[in-house]
């Protein structure tokens, strides 16, 4: 079953994070250094799967794709509508 995280990453991690995510999930940058992911594998699996080591600064929580608002660029809102099909 897909799940959405919001992932925030410390500047220091963000590009080897970046490599990582890419083979986890499909993923969108939304602003400097925070992510939504939609992937099958758990928030502590990301986690382990992006982090450097015990101590990376990583805060990740799922998310709701059924209820969301804001104002952010157009290629978010795509994405996001695009990837909330996954869930039906």
Known sequence: MYKLYYIQIKK?????????????????????????IVTEISAKDIYHKISMDSESSIFIIQCNIDEY?????????????EKKKLFR
């Open 69 to 81: 608002y804001g104002w952010a660029n157009k290629r978010v809102w795509t994405w996001l509508n």
């Open 12 to 36: 220091e991690f963000e590009d080897i994070s970046q490599e990582r995510m890419a083979n986890i999930g499909d993923f969108i940058n939304i602003f400097d250094t925070t992510y939504l």
